[in-house]
């Protein structure tokens, strides 16, 4: 059954990550590696940061471990009743952060990027795609609970595929608007294109609500402070937000580091980072999804040898399918990223550039797509320190070398 689940949701995340490299190649073929791309990827990271914190990788960690452990032992309608509580603080929390991120994003840019004040233009662009980019948080928030929902009713295949409607929609919606703002392509396009990544938000959390509700689960507005299914999601959140966002926090800061480089030189390490994401969503992602539901059943039931079992299962699926990938794109990397990106605006130089960071980022391919599994592991069982610490560990290290 999980074998089928995992194969089910590999197959929904390749779409997704496909979907996702499209809609960075048209970004380059129609922008290139230049100021409104840069300032577009920018506008995405905080974000994007504030995703992992509160969403898919902490949050979905949180919830479907308490989700499991309360569908186990308390059945059906305790664990709706969780969901609808979770969801109504969410929404509570996320618009205030959302309505203060817009009003603040002009310092919240200046921070992430101080480099971009020395070109024209430059800052005060990425400052209003932030403004019009920060619901996006909002919606991927709501979109985590009903994935985790879902995923711990067994129903891997319309959680993993949400995420290829996101890019489908942005995709779209985003072409259709930047063609309509400008016809050539030109400045005004990037806005369109930010706007079809927030429309893409909004359709994958709206996908999974007819789903979850034809399971029995009704949304409502519901807080029950004294919840211990609620206390527990937030105590595991803390510890889980901080250590499933230092990949995001990395991001920032190399992006820190880069702004004070040429232009585009942001663009090239995204482009590096998002090639590096697909085999660790395709493979990485997937089977942490499918192994956390028995993850946390097992913990719920104190079966600790099928447990660990289950664990080193998910370990090895992880290794197997990761090794041979990182490989590949250490030695193939500069045709890989001429074949995908070179097109339109993105140069031969910026290849050479994007080729060098993809190497970097393919020497730890391995070790990222492991933490997917093995970091909520710890969750499940009630250790969420320690993953914490090795990711600020790992913080400091990124700082360091970085220097």
């Known amino acids: ?10 197959l929904a ?42 969403a898919e990788g902490a949050l979905s ?18 664990a709706f009743r969780l969901a609808s509580n979770v969801n109504t603080l969410l929404f509570i929390v996320l618009a205030a952060i959302v309505g203060v991120g817009i009003l ?26 932030t403004r019009i980019l920060f619901p996006f948080i909002l919606f991927l928030s709501l979109a985590a609970v009903y994935m985790g929902l879902l995923n711990s009713l067994h129903h891997f295949g319309l959680p993993a595929f949400a995420s290829a409607v996101f890019n489908f929609v ?48 009704q949304p409502r507005w519901l807080i029950v402070w004294n919840d211990p299914g609620l206390k527990q ?45 697909l085999p660790i969503g395709l493979f ?7 192994t956390l539901p028995h993850l946390a059943r097992h913990a719920a039931l104190n079966d600790t040898i099928a ?28 045709p890989v990223i001429a074949s995908i990106y070179q097109y339109g605006r993105f140069t031969a130089e910026s290849t050479t550039t994007t080729a060098l960071a993809l190497r970097g980022y393919a020497v730890g391919l391995v070790s990222y797509a492991a933490i997917k599994v093995v970091a909520p592991a710890f969750s499940t069982i009630d250790r969420p320190g320690i993953p914490l610490r090795i990711s600020l560990t790992g913080i400091v290290i990124n700082m360091t070398l970085n220097y």
């Open 284 to 290: 990485g992602v997937a089977v942490a999804t499918v």
């Open 233 to 277: 999601v937030l105590r595991l959140l803390g510890p889980a937000s901080i250590g499933a966002a230092a990949v995001q926090v990395n991001v920032l800061i190399n992006g820190y580091f880069a702004s004070y480089l040429e232009n585009g030189s942001v663009t090239c390490l995204n482009n590096a980072f998002r090639l590096i994401q």
């Open 170 to 217: 942005s995709i779209g919606i985003g072409l259709l608007l930047a063609w309509w703002l400008d016809p050539q392509f030109g400045h005004r396009s990037v806005y369109g294109f930010a706007i079809g990544v927030l429309v893409g938000g909004l359709a994958q959390w709206l996908v999974m609500v007819p789903r979850a509700i034809s399971l029995g689960y």
């Open 104 to 129: 603040q994003a002009d310092p919240l840019v200046r921070l992430f990027n101080p480099g971009f004040a020395s070109v024209p233009g430059k800052l005060e662009l990425t400052v209003e795609l």
């Open 307 to 334: 447990l660990r079992d289950r664990l080193l299962v998910g370990i090895r699926q992880t290794l197997f399918l990761t090794l041979p990938a990182a490989i590949g794109l250490f030695i193939l990397a500069e």
């Open 61 to 78: 960690t949180a919830f479907v471990t308490t989700f499991s452990q309360k569908l186990a032992k308390e059945g059906r309608a305790s």
């Open 1 to 10: 059954m999980s074998t089928k689940g995992t194969s089910r949701v590999m």
């Open 13 to 54: 995340i390749g779409a997704s990550r496909i979907l996702g490299l499209v809609r960075e190649i048209l970004l380059n073929t129609f922008l290139g590696a230049g100021r409104e791309l840069d300032a577009l990827i920018a506008a995405f990271r905080i974000p994007n940061l504030l995703r992992d914190l509160f």
